[in-house]
């Protein structure tokens, strides 16, 4: 199975900072085919759906504020959270989409110093 | 409106059955790989279960393996999960969610309760 292995399991940030969440793959999500990173990022709020943020590693979901980007490749992934705000404070968690069994990191909590 | 509205959660006693169900509305479940994603209380995701798109195939987390079926009905156009021989370590919310193939997954229902418990 491909381990998910987020970083750090917490993180506080003051209003308007910068948030900045790691993720690695224990293997590459990369499909060679079309040089695309099967993997994403969601954000989970208290009784709440996880919600898609970022697919292929960089791609912004529809209606996601342009302050959420993704970046990263083949292993390590990075989740920014630019400018943040109140509503932000959640549970991250990334996800490989590359071979079954499909795999999420274990979750990073964001919180509001 | 494209929706997963889950239902069929309760409480149960290990060994029981329970089955859940996931009524898709404004896609159809032909044109979408389904899943079936858990969540015990006030722990991670983890995956359970998957159906392809075209139906030819399904998959399970080995911890559900023999114990747990996902299926669907397209003439309802809703997905299901058989689930017997239930134990403790089953509690938890189940969600249901879409695939559109090779990326993550961009719906999710509601999620519905499943406690195992005497």
């Known amino acids: 199975d491909i381990v998910m292995t987020q970083s750090p399991d917490s993180l506080a940030v003051s209003l308007g900072e910068r948030a900045t969440l790691h993720c690695k793959s224990s293997?590459?999500?990369?499909?060679?085919?079309?040089?695309?990173?099967?993997m994403g990022w969601y954000q989970q709020k208290p009784g709440q759906p996880p919600k898609l943020l970022i697919y292929w590693a960089s791609t912004r979901e529809s209606g996601v504020p342009d302050r959420f980007s993704g970046s990263g490749s083949g292993t390590d992934f990075t989740l920014t959270i630019t400018n943040l705000q109140a509503e932000d404070v959640a549970v991250y968690f990334c996800q490989q989409c590359y071979r079954a069994p499909w795999t999420f990191g274990q979750g990073t909590r964001v919180e509001i110093k | 409106q494209v929706q997963l509205v889950e239902s069929g959660g309760g409480v149960v006693q290990p060994g029981r059955s329970l089955r859940l169900s996931c009524a898709a509305s404004g896609f159809s479940l032909t044109r979408s790989g389904m899943h079936w994603v858990r969540q015990a209380p006030g722990e991670g995701l983890l995956w359970v279960a998957v159906?392809?798109?075209?139906?030819?195939?399904?998959d399970y987390a080995d911890s559900v393996k023999g114990r747990f079926t996902i299926s669907r009905d397209i003439s309802k156009n809703t997905l299901y999960l058989q689930m017997d021989s239930l134990r403790a370590e089953d509690t938890a919310v189940y969600f249901c969610a879409r695939d559109l193939g090779g990326r993550p997954f961009d719906l999710w229902g509601q999620g519905t309760l499943v406690t195992v418990s005497s």
């Open positions: 293997q590459s999500v990369l499909f060679s085919s079309n040089n695309r990173n099967c």
């Open positions: 159906i392809w798109a075209d139906g030819s195939h399904e």
